[in-house]
């Protein structure tokens, strides 16, 4: 089994990347083989919107890491994508990744009945694990309405993808401390119970 996991945050070595790479351990550990992919390493843009991809779907036009990577994405079994919490939603990063998605995509309308359409160029079928690093804790004592809004949009990602199998990994109460993850025993060791389990219940 192959598995890639992803990690949007801009910081380096931070609580994102641990929970990204503590859940690629509990796979590599049921003897899968994994990737850890830092986007803020990467050459990246932001969709275009240019539509070019709707005459080869599947492929951005952008010649960057960002098209590689998703051309990448489509040969793994099971991925990994790790954002911190920024402004209620996903890093900037992050969702550069998700509109860059938009690529697999084509709309349409179904002529007979008029109801609008969606085909996707994404391999269905693919296990995720969202892992999402906020500063807040859980009840959030700030605006909580717009963390239900986050984490509604969340499903969207593997709604459309035509996951096989998703689920979401939070750490709540990490402050600004970007070693809070790696000094919390307990969330290291659910991450890779995580991770260890998108390979048993293969
Ligand atoms: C620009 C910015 C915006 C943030 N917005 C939020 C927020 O809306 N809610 C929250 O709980 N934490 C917020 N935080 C804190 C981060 O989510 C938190 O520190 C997280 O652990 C960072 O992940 P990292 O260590 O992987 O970078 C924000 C941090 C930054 C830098």
Same mark, same amino acid.
């Given at each position: 089994m192959k598995v890639i996991g992803i990690n949007a945050s801009p910081r380096k070595k931070a609580n994102t990347q641990t929970l990204v790479a503590s859940i690629l351990n509990g796979a590599a550990e049921k003897g899968a083989e994994t990737r850890l992919v830092n986007l803020r390493e990467l050459n990246i843009h932001g969709c275009l919107g240019c539509e070019g991809c709707k005459k080869h779907l599947?492929?951005?036009? @952008?010649?960057?890491?960002?098209?590689?990577? =998703? @051309?990448? +994405?489509?040969?793994?079994?099971?991925?990994? +994508?790790?954002?911190?919490?920024?402004?209620?939603?996903?890093?900037?990063?992050?969702? +550069? =990744?998700?509109?860059? =998605?938009?690529?697999?995509?084509e709309f349409g309308e179904n002529p007979q009945t008029g109801e609008q359409t969606m085909k996707s160029e994404f391999p269905a079928g693919k296990k995720f694990i969202f892992t999402i690093s906020r500063g807040d804790p859980e009840p959030p004592v700030l605006f909580p309405q717009f963390y239900d809004h986050l984490n509604e949009w969340l499903n969207l990602i593997p709604l459309s993808l035509g996951a096989g199998s998703y689920e979401f990994f939070h750490q709540y109460g990490a402050g600004i401390d970007r070693k809070s993850a790696r000094n919390d025993s307990d969330i290291l060791t659910k991450a890779k119970a995580a991770g260890a389990g998108l390979v048993s219940s293969v």
């Open positions: 599947g492929k951005c036009v @952008q010649k960057d890491d960002l098209t590689i990577l =998703l @051309q990448d +994405m489509t040969a793994y079994d099971a991925i990994v +994508m790790g954002t911190p919490v920024y402004w209620y939603h996903v890093s900037a990063q992050f969702k +550069m =990744l998700v509109d860059r =998605l938009y690529s697999f995509f």
